[in-house]
């Protein structure tokens, strides 16, 4: 393979033009080849014309069709997740997919299959891990210089609700939002989650009570290696996206804040003002999201293993739809129910 | 009553001592008459004298019969506080009692029926309200600014493991610890607690599993108000007391931080320094103690009624009950269930 | 001598009564044997009474007759200061001396003489060297740890603006309020000022132009050391008590922050919004003052040196009074002009 | 003119660079038409060509004399910028300059009145204004909700010492390191300095002795106004960059912070670890410079008048002239007599 991988895009709504700026910009050794999208309009075009990408289809499959492109990054919708990685894998493209793989856990591993039999590299889109700030966390705990962890800890609230239209089609709290914490404990502790229970209520919109989902949840885990944690979701901070993690271990703590808008601190008579945490993913993981890109394109340069792999896909997954039948029975659900 | 309220300490422990050293420095309008103590030893008497207390007995029945003492602060061991209390009343004395009043429920209910029906005052020591950060939160959260309550969190851990002995006898983790933060869920929610779902594991002692004890947990609950909580305990933070609140309300959230030893900040090529969290309760309340005092004489003295009452002090042990049953039983308890 | 020093207070304004609450109830080996203030009245025998304290005189003369007395408080207006002294140190009694000593170095100068002659013990109250921030600064630079200090750094502004006829007879900012910082610049370089430069500028009340002083002011220093410094004044901060200090040494910085009224944070769509720093010296330094009492009573029961000599007190008068040349001349000041 | 600025960049060092990255690639409106150096040599070439810049120079004349380039970025070493500037003036290229726009301040005005009769725009690289938090401060100042200023306080120290050989060439710590902060406190305090006081010490490096400067500087500052400031500067840090800002005003203060590497926070029984500062001006103004770079672009394509004028280049190289004239003569300078 050539010093450059050149990468197409499938599916090219918020994420998928979030990615192609990225690897138009600021990934040095990918060249963005290629988009594609179902509904490809006006607008896409132009914005990937915008980028100096030649090749824009309203068709996957002539992404999977093009012998000059390496890669692929799955950034359609979830439920075309698992088919769009097996066709890529048919394919002998390296697959970049987005979370969630797909809602159902015998596509996924559909997938996890077709991917491993064509030998091709498949990272998955949980961007939080490469946040600095988590990262950070989870390096000190990965480094035993504080022991074994005892209880792993996520804040995640949305700084707005979603509009209604898209809880509706989420999946659930559990699939569009804690997904992503599912993926942090798991990163935080080196640990598989072995036990569920959620509570959960709905106190900022009660429409979503209609179709049976909560948009406040509380869920705590056990994990393989004898740790407990605890996830607390919001869809309305107001504040901001307020994205927290904490591991109390053996001989201390190790947490991170927010970052904030700007550190500028005002202190008059009515108290001392400072700024908001970072309003929502864009800002704050705009980072996270440029090193992902890098480390997947620097993961097929150099032949390595993916930093997020298939089964680091799949679990996440298992663990939301242990939460949804915990909530539902109000009981505590084992991992392996699930299995 | 005159201007000065005449207490007599049942109790001379660890914790009486704090009181007494309180009554006889820190709170105006107290005298502390005489101290008591089934195991009056040299070492209490030489103190006693250091405060410049007369009368120092080795019966609680001799403060009772005494009608120069209003009030009685009740700092024996946790079983004696119900029947204490049931003698105080008789005696027409008002109580302090510290948390737990008692273990078993019922005792409790007789206690508190005594109580009303001598028409003294009870006031029980669930100190962490006098807090100048917690009250603030708590303050901040009655006073609607945030609108309602969605989610309130505690983390509470001690320093370092108490002796065995002592944890053997605490009646288990939620009866000892935890207990404390159920008060301040309740204290901060405004509401009662309905639901609990307990977890936990031994990270720290292994000689803890003997009876059948955890030492770090993570109890979930559900609130009358809809709200949900969340308490996080360890028995050994080993960087201090970490004594931390927060809550979620309709337009944002209110939390605060410990309190650090000083506020010094080294900054070298190796990273930036600073102090930890107060170590323990007698750092980190000690300003509380004395503001609990002062609340407990300014009631009596101006005949109003007890800012932590009966009920607070038995709803605690309910809730922790609740904890220890849905630890056992691996499910969610409703505290109904219990009464 | 025996265990208990028995102490009486020679003025007894708001200075004076905040001693003598300290050493009635905070300083276990100290007795407030005495009170004595030129203009005694009513409202100070009421305090003195609720002190216990049964000698209550109008002349500081009759303390000093007293053979029961083993030390002084001295808290009177400023200009008597060096006299009480030598009277103090005639009559044997040990001497706390609230700062400034005086305003004319030849009058301390004979006092300091008085003091060595007749072999008592004089402690000058520089308090804020007794605070826990600020003593932990010092104490980092003092170990040696980060090397020889470069910077030292003093932010320092009152709340508000003390009443304009407090002002006129202050002596103006340098021996008013600057007097605390040149005394803790030494404190933390641990070496003498040779230079000062000041600049100062009228922006709270136009009134203090009239009697030719400043409100806002910015001194530099050079020290014997090689190490420069800065202060920084404001009579009015508006959000409370501003105490920084910073030391930049070899290895790195060192700063403190203020203590805050309370932890507790809002975070809301508007920002996050914390609370002011303590309000003024009552609130921050509490527990300094506390910390200077027991500091002097223990120097006496063991006989050893002050903390806080007469040459601590005599040398910020000579800063001051250099930093008024210096703003007067617009020129820097060798402190050896003035001696 | 087009919708594209057509940029060439003359000087293609650190700096160069550094602004020839993100011309191409985060400064949408911009493109990178051509750069030159006088010392152009392989390793440039290849830069450039990695951005796709054919037109690679030796010549600055190349640049000037290209009529399909619209504005020139002058990178080049400080001394050459004056006749860069008259140059490409008489070219009618828009000009982004790179502080400070001359050592002398004669020359400087020659180009400020070259660019007047030119008509041409002139932007002068003081990229901290550009900083989030600065600008936030600025922005609080500026609003007047604070009312008017009275104290300007900047700490500005580099993390470790810039090669000797750099230093000799600096033009001293004033034109090399303070000219940013000099530039600060005005933009800050919306006010010109009338007054500067210098003192100094060589406490990193006794080879900085040899050529009269130092590495260790505080500056105080009279402003037309009538606020005073101060600067405080140290060629190592050993922290990191170390940029703070704090202005007074009538009604409270505002300030801001470091950015830190991360967030995470290590609690342990030896006190709790954060991260340092971000380390040097690459790291802290990345986004600055973007923002600088965007800010310029759009001042040309919407005609509107520079955000950093002529006159704010030449005046922080007067304050600097009368900082090191104070240094020297150890005593107050006024800027009127620079000039």
New interface residues.
Partial sequence: MSEIVKIGIIGTGRIGKLHGNNLA??VPNAKLEAVADLYMNEEMRAWAQGLGVKKVYNNPAQIFNDPEIDAVFICSSSEAHADLIIQAAAAQKHIFCEKPLHTDATKIQSALNAVEKAGVKLQVGFVRRFD??H???RD?VASGR?G?P??I?V?S?DPEQQPMEYIRNSGGIFLDMTIHDFDMVRYLSGSEVT?V?A???V??DDRISEFNDVD???V?L?FAN?????I?N?RA????Y?QRVEV?C????????????????????E???????KWFFLERYNEAFIAEARDFVAIILQDTSPSVTGIDGLMPVLIAKAAQKSLQE???VNIAELT
């Fill in positions: 910009f600021a600095h700030n990262k950070k966390v000190i504080l074994k005892h209880i800890k804040t609230r036990e229970t509570i959960g209520t106190k900022i406040t949840a509380i705590m056990k004898g740790a407990i944690g605890v607390e919001s901070a107001r504040y901001g307020d109390h053996d001989k201390g703590c190790v947490q991170d804040y927010n970052d904030l808008i700007d550190t500028a601190m005002i202190s008059t008579k108290g001392v003002y400072t700024e908001k945490p109000g009981r505590t």
